[in-house]
């Protein structure tokens, strides 16, 4: 059975619909973000779990509870924000211990209880300190003690991290997905940040426009992507004007030559397509390497040195650049800009965009 259930969520804003035909079954001890660009629903579908929007029309349920008409104390949600929101008046253990209080645990269980997340967060000891005492980071990690305290049924986290530095931001992220696997405690994380969801993520729903446009691991998502937005919102995509000429055996004209897609395609002759592909996808072929089936040339333009990869962009016709992504290994020398080298490109790692 799906602990969290949202099933055909619609909600205006007087004549704005933000949120359109949205659904989502969730399995107990998932982690699941909603990740898509800003303006795109993700807040408000995550308060209206919560209970702090009323939907238009559709439902949410929890463990089999429908819960819209509820109030948010009724539903055993745990809450997290991007800003601090920590009470500045009441200690760590103050605030870690609000929760639990208000649901009426007794007060050494209470001290138990507050020692233990805090420890489970890496502050212990921390408990007398006030908020303005702590780093950004700290403050997130009693905002999540603070969350999962009263042992809710489900997490809900939008954007937690956004405010953190990067190095801190990476690290959390990791310790809260520890933490929320350790506790089984099914999770729906909200972030516009596509490495973020699909780092932390079992699934990944990826929204525009108020809609699900997928729902999938995050491997499906970047490999198989559903439709032209999901393509280029995730990850770095090159895209290939092509004409088909032959559906059946998947033969395309591009400005860089007929290639193959050693697949049939549903689309009739004659018909224009978008190809695409990543730029990890392209393979630069070494000199006296053997050439692989798909080949084309390229001059490469840009090069940027990023550490465990070297990012180039090549011209491969008039007007049409392709970005390729090399590993850099100890002992393989990659070309300079300005130099003519080979391309190969798998078949089966060319996407057709509808
Ligand atoms: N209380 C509200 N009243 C009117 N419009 C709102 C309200 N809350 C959100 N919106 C609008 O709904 C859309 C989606 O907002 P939101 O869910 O916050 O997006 P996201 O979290 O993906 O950035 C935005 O256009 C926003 O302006
Ligand atoms: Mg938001």
């Known amino acids: 059975m799906s602990l969290l259930t949202i099933r055909s ?30 303006g795109c629903g993700k807040t408000t579908v995550l308060r209206i779990v919560a209970g702090f929007e009323t939907p238009s029309t559709g439902s949410v349920e929890i463990d089999g509870q429908n819960v819209t008409g509820l109030r948010p104390n009724q ?9 601090y929101a920590l009470f500045p008046n009441l200690t760590v253990a103050g605030n870690v211990a609000f929760g639990l209080k208000v649901s009426g ?18 502050l212990s000891g921390f408990g007398a300190r006030y908020p303005y005492q ?22 809900l986290l939008d954007e937690p991290l ?12 990791g ?10 405690i099914t999770t729906l994380f909200v972030t516009h940040d596509q490495e973020e969801a699909m780092a932390m993520s079992d699934r990944v729903v990826v929204m525009n426009g108020g809609r699900a446009e997928q729902v999938g691991t995050p491997d499906e998502i970047y490999n198989r992507p ?8 995730i990850g770095a995509l090159n895209m290939l004007p092509a004409t088909l000429r032959d559906a059946a055996t998947g033969m395309v004209e591009t400005p860089i030559g007929p290639l193959s897609l050693e697949r049939s395609l549903p689309q009739s002759n004659g018909t224009a397509l978008t190809l695409a592909f990543r730029p990890e996808s392209l393979r630069l072929i070494a000199d006296g390497e053997a050439l692989p089936p798909q080949n084309f040339s390229g001059r490469l333009m840009t090069r940027e040195f990023l550490g465990a990869i070297v990012r180039f962009r090549a011209e491969v016709a008039k007007d049409l650049t392709l970005g390729i992504d090399c590993f850099n290994r100890t002992g393989e020398t990659l070309p300079q800009i300005g130099h003519e080298v080979r391309l190969g490109i798998p078949a089966q790692e060319i996407l057709v965009l509808n």
């Open 9 to 38: 969520l619609v909600k205006s804003f007087g004549a704005n619909t933000v949120v359109k035909d949205f659904d989502l079954h969730m399995q107990d001890s998932e982690f699941i973000s909603l990740l898509g660009p800003s």
């Open 75 to 83: 539903r055993k949600i745990g809450m997290m924000f991007q800003s």
């Open 105 to 122: 645990v007794s007060a050494s269980e209470t001290t138990r209880r507050v020692d233990e997340m805090l420890a489970m967060v890496g």
């Open 134 to 155: 702590l780093s950004g980071g700290q403050q997130q990690r009693v905002a999540l003690a603070r969350a999962i305290a009263p042992r809710p049924r489900v997490l």
């Open 162 to 173: 956004s405010a953190l530095d990067a190095k801190i931001r990476v690290a959390l992220r």
């Open 175 to 184: 310790e809260i997905r520890a933490i929320q696997r350790e506790l089984g």
């Open 226 to 233: 559903a439709s032209r937005f999901v393509a280029q919102f």
